[in-house]
């Protein structure tokens, strides 16, 4: 089933207006919630950086939270969707194309799920990472709909054979082309602060508070290139790639080439979080 609005439709009624703004401006924001046994996992967080977002670009949805809460639920249950992900998203809605917000337009927001696999290949056996400049926008930390620096970045890993794109801003980590980057320093977690540079992820979040309770320090500061190819492990999180070992960056063999030591613990950690 696809969620438009209040509507439940099927995928093939489900349509996008030629004028709608998400359409033609990437004018809205979105949010990807992984589904573990039937459960959303960490559905408060998403919904609350969904507002956030929302806020940030004055977007008013179209329904309180509580309603879409309650709709994410009936959508996983319709579906009988065991594991996968939800995909949400608002965009500013209909109107005549001009760049200023338009008057009457209406939100709207369209929900659907999706079965995947967890990451397990890539968590036990690593992942290549390709390092390219961050030429987006300033508002990393809105999950703004506008994803074409993402696009263009990770197309760019896949084309010289790697897994993911770790962004440099004039040398320093922000983050991944769709997850945020981790790297083990003299035994310490360290990851970019959550700043305007990067979209503060909720695996990120989760995993500062797992370290936390393993006792691993976290520092939450840039590092740069140099600290990256030095890293003791060097690790990318999110919703879909959960905790993935980065073994090699643009062929250079990061540590063993081998995911951490803390890189498995915190992995572990995750899984018993998920199965909770
Ligand atoms: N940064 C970017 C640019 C992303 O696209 C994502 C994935 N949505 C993340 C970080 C990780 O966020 P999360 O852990 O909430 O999936």
């Known amino acids: 089933m696809i969620l438009v609005n209040d509507q439940w439709l099927s ?8 004028e709608d703004r998400g359409y033609q401006f990437g004018d809205g924001v979105y949010e990807v919630i992984r589904v573990y046994n039937g459960k959303l996992f960490a559905l408060d967080e998403h919904l609350q950086r969904l507002k956030r977002s929302l806020v940030a670009i004055r977007i008013k949805p179209p329904y309180p939270m509580e309603v879409l809460e309650k709709n994410l639920y009936q959508l996983v249950e319709h579906d009988q969707l065991t594991d996968g992900i939800v995909y949400l998203q608002v965009t500013r809605g209909q109107a005549p194309r001009g760049h200023g917000f338009p008057k009457a337009a209406q939100s709207v927001l369209t929900a659907y799920t999706k079965s995947i696999d967890r990451p397990l290949k890539e968590m036990t056996s690593g992942i290549s990472a390709h390092l390219t400049a961050d030429i987006r926008w300033l508002r990393c930390d809105i999950k703004s709909l506008n994803l074409l620096g993402n696009v263009l970045a990770k197309q760019e890993a896949l084309e010289k054979g790697c897994q993911e794109t ?4 004039d040398g320093m980590v922000t983050e991944g082309g769709s997850s945020n980057v981790f790297i083990v320093q003299n035994q310490q977690l360290v990851t970019h602060p959550s700043s305007h540079l990067i979209l503060n992820g909720i695996t990120r979040q989760q995993i500062i508070k797992l370290a936390t309770v393993l006792g691993i ?8 290139i140099d600290d990256l190819f030095a890293a003791e492990e060097v690790f990318v999180s999110s919703t879909v790639q959960e905790v993935s ?11 063993s080439g081998k995911p951490g030591p803390l890189t498995q613990q915190l992995q572990k950690q995750f899984e018993t979080l998920i199965n909770k």
């Open 166 to 169: 770790i962004f440099h801003r």
């Open 11 to 18: 995928r093939g009624e489900a349509k996008v207006d030629i």
């Open 217 to 224: 320090p976290v520092v939450e500061r840039a590092f740069s």
């Open 245 to 255: 070992p980065v073994v090699t960056v643009d062929k250079v063999v990061i540590a």
